[in-house]
C-alpha cells in the first residue's frame, strides 16, 4: 500500500503544487501525493503549471484546494512548506506525523525563479519525505 503525504502550504498555488508533482513523478511507486492550501487562491499560479510542464511532471488533476477536500484522507505525512502554513498546521483526525522544510514563495516573481524552487525542492523537499517515510 502507497504511503499518503500531503504538500501543505498557505496558497496551494505553487510551492505545494510543485512539490505534490515532484513527489508522484519521482516516488509514485511508493508514494501517493497530495496537496493543498490553508487559504487557497483557487487556481494554480500559471509560471508554477509551466514549469511542471516543461519537466513533464504536470497533471490535469493538480488544481488549488482547501484542508477542507483532504481533511479526511488518513495521511502517512503532512510536510509544510511555508512558515504560515507550518503556523497554522491544523490537527488531522488521525496521529499524523507533520514536519516542516521551507522554501521561498515564488508568486508573483519571474519564471527563473519557479525553475530554482523546483530544483531547491528537488534538493531538499524529496530527501526528507523519503527519510521520514
Request: proline residues 6%; charged residues 30%.
Amino acid at each position: 500500500m502507497k504511503k499518503r503525504v500531503l504538500v501543505l502550504c498557505t496558497g496551494n498555488s505553487c510551492r505545494s503544487i510543485i512539490g505534490e508533482a515532484l513527489l508522484n513523478a519521482k516516488f509514485g511507486s511508493f508514494i501517493e501525493a497530495f496537496s493543498a492550501g490553508s487559504n487557497p487562491k483557487g487556481e494554480v499560479n500559471p509560471n508554477a503549471k509551466k514549469v511542471l510542464q516543461k519537466y513533464g511532471l504536470w497533471r490535469d488533476s493538480y488544481h488549488s484546494k482547501s484542508l477542507d477536500e483532504v481533511i479526511d484522507i488518513p495521511f502517512d505525512l503532512v510536510v509544510t512548506v511555508c512558515d504560515k502554513a507550518k503556523e497554522s498546521c491544523p490537527i488531522f483526525p488521525k496521529k499524523t506525523k507533520v514536519i516542516h522544510v521551507g522554501f521561498e514563495d515564488p508568486d508573483g516573481k519571474p519564471y527563473e525563479e519557479f525553475e530554482k524552487t523546483l530544483k531547491e525542492m528537488e534538493e531538499k523537499l524529496l530527501p526528507k519525505v523519503k527519510e521520514e517515510l
